[in-house]
């Protein structure tokens, strides 16, 4: 058979295939071969084996004028565009999802290995693996809503899991930051009562159950911050384990703290707890010369009121001025 057929792609579902091996399209678009078998029972084109190939030249399904189906015996495509049993997708291109999609990419049911796996094989340079609105264009959300919302629970191990978990390294001398937090406020009056950029809670349920603590630094705490040094390494700059900075550049009409703690329920032992199980610590306080300005500092050597102590620490407490004196 070697014959000029007009026809559409989409009427081939309308009669009985047989075993062919040459059919020139030249309408609609040009398909060298189509091999296939089925069955047809008047109103549906059953047990069909289909292979089409084509030679240099596009191949394109339809017409834009029906709808078109995959329904085989392991994954699918409905009228409307839903895939289901895909068991893999390789792409050259981006994947969009524009619209509004209902709810996204949903990763649902039981996994054996990593639902999300970004494996970059170089640098991605000023380019980000995930990467949500810009700055001036934030993505908004809603009171109580959120960019990220995770719940996560433990299994059973010996050792405590962290939920989220973030490495930095660094080879060079670009400074490494492994999470920053920046929260800013544009709204006018009367604007929010509350701005934060880091909330963290350590909370012991109605009926849970702290063990006890084998050593002094175990136990139930918000917020762990520790610098630490392999004995081989050099450290020429400044070392601590927490920074806190005061950068208020307005009037405040309520209290400024650099350190603010508050307690509710029981009474703590104490404001401070210092514990070491090695080398101890060389001053409770350590200060250079520019908290030695006068009055009105929090560690002073002015002389009023005058007294015999080289130095003092000020104290504010119910309404009054108190001092705590050093001595040389």
């Known amino acids: 058979m070697n014959k000029k057929i007009k026809v559409l792609l989409s009427t081939i579902a309308g009669i009985l295939l047989v075993p062919l091996m040459v059919w020139g399209v030249t309408t609609y678009s040009i398909i060298h071969n189509i091999t296939g078998i089925g069955t047809y029972d008047g109103a549906t084109l059953s047990h069909q084996v289909i292979d089409i190939s084509t030679s240099n030249s596009d191949l394109t399904l339809g017409d834009d004028g029906e709808t078109v189906t995959i329904n085989s015996s392991d994954w699918d495509i409905s009228a409307i565009g839903d895939m289901t049993g895909i068991g893999r997708i390789t792409m050259d291109g981006a994947l969009t999802l524009s619209g509004t999609p209902g709810n996204g990419i949903n990763a649902i049911g039981t996994f054996t290995d990593h639902v999300i796996d970004i494996q970059p094989a170089a640098s991605l340079g000023d380019y980000k693996a995930v990467y949500i609105g810009t700055w001036g264009t934030e993505a908004g959300f809603n009171d109580g809503g959120g960019l990220f919302r995770i719940y996560g629970k433990v299994g059973e191990g010996g050792t405590a899991s962290a939920n989220i978990f973030v490495r930095t390294l660094t080879d060079s001398t670009s400074g490494p930051i492994s999470a920053q937090f920046y929260t800013d406020v544009d709204s006018g009056t009367p604007g929010p009562t509350v701005v934060s950029a880091v909330d ?11 063990a006890t603590s084998v050593s002094a630094v175990d136990g139930m705490h918000a917020v762990w911050a520790k610098v630490t040094a392999d004995s081989t390494s050099v450290a020429s700059g400044n070392v601590y384990a927490l920074w806190v900075d005061s950068q208020i550049h307005c009037a405040v009409a309520g209290t400024e703290y650099g350190i603010f703690a508050t307690t509710g329920g029981s009474k703590p032992d104490g404001l401070i707890g210092l514990n070491t199980t090695s080398s101890g ?19 002073t050597t002015d002389t009023v009121p005058a007294n015999a102590q080289d130095a003092r620490i000020l104290v504010w407490y119910d309404g009054k001025q108190y001092y705590i004196p050093l001595w040389r």
């Open 200 to 210: 963290a809670f350590a909370v012991l349920n109605a009926g849970g159950y702290l």
């Open 281 to 299: 610590y060389s001053q409770f306080i350590y200060a250079d010369t520019t908290f030695d300005s006068g009055a009105g500092t929090c560690i």
